[in-house]
């Protein structure tokens, strides 16, 4: 009886240990990153991989890159997958020029890997310490910053105007010109609303404002440059009105020298 109970005991704590080592177990499989969630990798370590189905690199990469999702367990290092089709607006953040591209995110600061495709180089990467001797991105180009963000919306807004040209053109049959031309006219009004508010949100955080006595002093200033120019006119006219009364004067000495000569000349004669 003692035996068949101690078999027992044995079984009961053999299925608990098997039931406790297979809910721990962690699912290798690369997590799916979105717009929506990719704040994650700024927490812990984590190898991104940017991909897209349609990328034959990328279709040729897959079981390399799922074969190190399970050594990446025991690395105790997460990975991440990111579609840029489906989230433009992450490749517009990270500013891809080509597919796949890795990224290699520890406590939020970026490095990109560019190193060999193998299995072996991407735990070498990982278990050499290889990613400390490669630069993190510039300030202006890292992910999380505003700049950055900035151009994922412009990404996104462009992947937007994308779908809705193919929703005139393939679902209402709109003619391709028309869809340049309303686009081109939205374009527009949305680019003179934008400049509206800025120029609004300027006014109102930087109005114009006069210097205190600037008026005066400008109302001054012109009432000197009136006055030296009324002295230069005044300095220009004196000399020549002196002129005219002198030139007046000797004409009128010479009249009266000219009777006096007539007066005496017709006294003489007589």
Known sequence: MAGKL????????ISLTSFASTSLVIDPAPVEISEENWRKILEGEWMVEFMAPWCPACNAFKSSWDEFAIKAVDMKISLGTIDVTENPGLSGRFLLTALPTIYHVKDGVFRQYTL???VSDLTNFIKDGTWENVPPVSWYTDPNSFQMGLIGLF???AMRVRNFYTLMTEMYGIPEWACYIIIAVLTIIVGLILGLLILCCCDLGMPSRLSPGYDSLSYEDDNGDDDLIDDLDDYKTEPKEELNDKDEGEEEEETKVRRRQVEKDSSDNK
């Open 6 to 13: 101690y078999l027992l005991l044995c079984l009961i704590l």
């Open 116 to 118: 060999g495709r193998k």
């Open 155 to 157: 990404f996104r807004a």
